[in-house]
Structures are given as C-alpha cells and as structure tokens.
C-alpha cells in the first residue's frame, strides 16, 4: 500500500496508567487525547523553544474523552482543564510520550 504525501492535521491517542490508592493499588485509568498533528520541523521548533511540556500540551490539544470530575461527571476539554489535570504528578510525561509515540509513522507490527 502507497503512502500519502498529506497526512491528517490531527492526531487522536489513548492515555493510559495507573494511580495508587490509599491502601497502595495502583487504580488503571484511560483517557483518550485529540491534538494537532505536528510535523517534523513543528516538534523541533516546539521542544527547542522553553516552552514546559504543559504549555506544549496546551498549545496542540484540541479535545478529549474520558477525564471526569470528582463526581464521575465528563470534564470538557479547555486549557484551564488541562492545566488541573496535568498537577496529577507523572501524568503530563506520559501524555508527552503518548503523543509523540503516535504522531509520526512507526513501523507496522
């Protein structure tokens, strides 16, 4: 099969971990992240500049599923969001790695 020369200008990709509880278990959670789909030349300007990886987060997200309040109610997505979600300690490592993990081709299992 060909490759096409224009890929989408958005991304979507799962979040995934585990948060230890009180009692020490570790509780799974998923969260699904829309972000623009930066090219070669935009991740080298983005992640050379001293911009944190939360401003970078806030600067490419686009939307989400799957982030709920204290209440099990769905959190829309906005920068002020993100920013509170991304206080949870490790959590913006791992959307940093999800996304570029899935932005770019990779080989084909």
């Not at 070669?40 to 600067?59: C, H, K, N, P, W």
């Not at 709920?68 to 300690?89: F, H, M, N, T, W």
């Amino acid at each position: 099969m060909a490759i096409k020369i224009v890929v989408s200008n958005k991304v979507g990709f799962k979040v995934k971990g585990n948060i230890t509880n009180e009692a020490g278990i570790p509780e799974p959670f998923e969260f699904t992240v829309v972000a623009e789909r930066l090219d070669t030349d935009g991740i080298e300007a983005t992640t050379r500049s001293e911009a944190s990886m939360v401003d970078f987060l806030a600067q490419i997200i686009t939307d989400w599923k799957g982030v709920k309040d204290e209440d099990g109610a769905p959190v829309p997505y906005s920068e002020e969001a993100l920013r509170q979600l991304c206080k949870i300690a490790g959590l913006v490592g791992l959307m940093f790695s999800a996304y570029f993990a899935e932005v770019g081709a990779k080989a084909k299992n």
